[in-house]
């Protein structure tokens, strides 16, 4: 029994599975979790312009209500304040986010019972966005690693560790929580490219594939439990794996089918499986929210160049 312990430890650390690309890739995200701890640590209380300090502590007190038992949070049973500065009359769901964008945010601070006037409270609200931002950092190492090579790992992480739009926006220094969303929907796409790769398999796919089934819909769970607007994504995943598998339109059907049954489960556990303001949840939500004025209008090209600019230089 021994014996087999040692043989299985070897065979997690042995040159295949963590060799030196696997070293290099945890020293650039260890230099970026060391990057925004340094904002993070330079933050203080009022730091942040009126308005988003409010909607941020809105945000934290809903979660927090939600994890006492005290309502679901983004719904009329938990507002300690409005998010939207003029909700319609009685319309007083959030059209943007589920529970599970308010439950993330207060759950260290559930855990930790830190007071909004502490140090700790800051470190924990941004402990959740620090982790997803080092996962998507891992997620886009293995990809970029898989299609590219060792160099091509290196490179796309490395832009990524440096991007100052990435790093404000995994401590969320004057940035929404939009990383848990982004990493989800990076997840989706990838999971749905890797189980249609496997449909030309000699076996029951559909039944084999049941692990990246269950993580396809865990992606598009943290997607659009982040942004409702992310389900946008469904139609993109459907024509990748319709590209990629022409000949199994059956089984991409029931694959992602199966992948949405899963994410609407888990979106109605973030609102504690109360039905009713789940659909009602659903009902409110805005899943494009533009207007198609604006596209005629020049200034608005220059304003988003110059804000991608501004966000990160490795975007142009």
């Known amino acids: 029994m021994v014996k087999q312990s040692v043989l299985s430890m070897r065979g997690i650390f042995s040159s295949q599975r963590f060799g030196r690309p696997q070293l290099l890739a945890g ?23 009126t308005g988003t300090s409010e909607v941020e502590f809105v945000r934290i007190e809903e979660g927090l209500a939600q994890w006492h038992g005290q309502g679901i949070a983004g719904t009329p049973s938990v507002r300690i304040a409005p998010l939207e500065p003029a909700p319609a009359a009685g319309d007083s769901y959030d059209p943007h986010h ?85 990493w989800g929907t990076f997840g989706a796409v990838f999971t749905a490219i890797a189980v249609s790769h496997t449909l030309y398999a000699p076996r029951e796919v559909v039944l084999w594939n049941w692990r990246r089934i269950v993580l396809l819909g865990v992606s598009l769970t943290l997607a659009m439990g982040s942004q409702f607007g992310l389900a946008v994504i469904l139609p993109v995943l459907l024509a990748f794996m319709l590209y990629l598998a022409p000949d199994r339109k059956a089984a991409v059907a029931i694959i992602l089918t199966a992948a949405c049954v899963i994410a609407l489960l888990l979106l109605l556990s973030s609102y504690f499986f109360h039905p009713g303001l789940f659909f009602q949840g659903l009902r409110h939500a805005r899943l494009l929210d533009a207007s198609w004025r604006s596209i005629k209008m020049k200034g608005v090209y220059f304003l988003l160049l110059k804000e991608v600019a501004e966000s990160g230089p490795v975007l142009l």
């Open 27 to 49: 020293v650039l995200l260890l230099v970026f979790i060391s990057e925004c701890a340094w904002l993070v640590a330079h933050e203080y209380p009022g730091t942040f312009s």
């Open 98 to 182: 589920s529970p599970l964008w308010y439950l993330i945010a207060a759950a260290p601070v559930y855990v930790f019972h830190a007071s909004p006037d502490s140090r700790l409270w800051i470190w924990l609200t941004r402990a959740p966005y620090i982790l997803f931002g080092t996962l998507l950092g891992a997620s886009l190492w293995y990809v970029s690693r898989r299609l590219y090579g060792n160099p091509g790992g290196y490179i796309a992480l490395g832009l990524y560790c440096f991007s100052p739009a990435v790093i404000r926006s995994s401590a969320l220094w004057v940035a929404p929580p939009d990383v848990a969303g982004t």
